[in-house]
């Protein structure tokens, strides 16, 4: 019913620069917030950036400066511009939504909507 669908990911080297993009589409009635999480192999997932509907952002600490986080309502978009890339910033990146879609036998149904994650590898 939901997808979220992420692209933007890829190879680059130490200092460059990356946008990564998901939009949301299905039976989606309202959208919260959106926002970005990641997770390298074999740690926990960590929020990235995060979005409110009304623009109010918030981001981890060690991206604060680098990394910017925006968003299209009109198009359920969220984008994440990466810059100043380290090798140490971990790899799969993944799009979360925290909408509300209607459904015929519960009404409103407000929950959590994850991408399939991108790659994003920072190597010399």
């Known amino acids: 019913q939901v997808q979220l669908v992420e692209s933007g990911g890829g190879l680059v080297q130490p200092g460059g620069s990356l946008r990564l993009s998901c939009a949301a589409s299905?039976?989606?009635?309202?959208?919260?917030?959106m926002g970005w999480y990641r997770r390298a192999p074999g740690k926990q997932g960590e929020l990235v950036a995060r979005i409110t509907s009304g623009g109010t952002t918030n981001y981890a600490g060690p991206v604060k400066g680098r990394f910017t986080i925006s968003r299209d309502n009109a198009n359920n978009t969220v984008y994440l511009q990466m810059n100043s890339l380290k090798p140490e910033d971990p790899d799969v990146y993944y799009c979360n939504a925290d909408l509300s879609i209607f459904t015929a036998t519960w009404g409103m149904v407000r929950d959590d909507y994850w991408g399939q994650g991108t790659q994003v590898t920072v190597s010399s």
């Open positions: 299905g039976s989606i009635s309202s959208i919260y917030a």
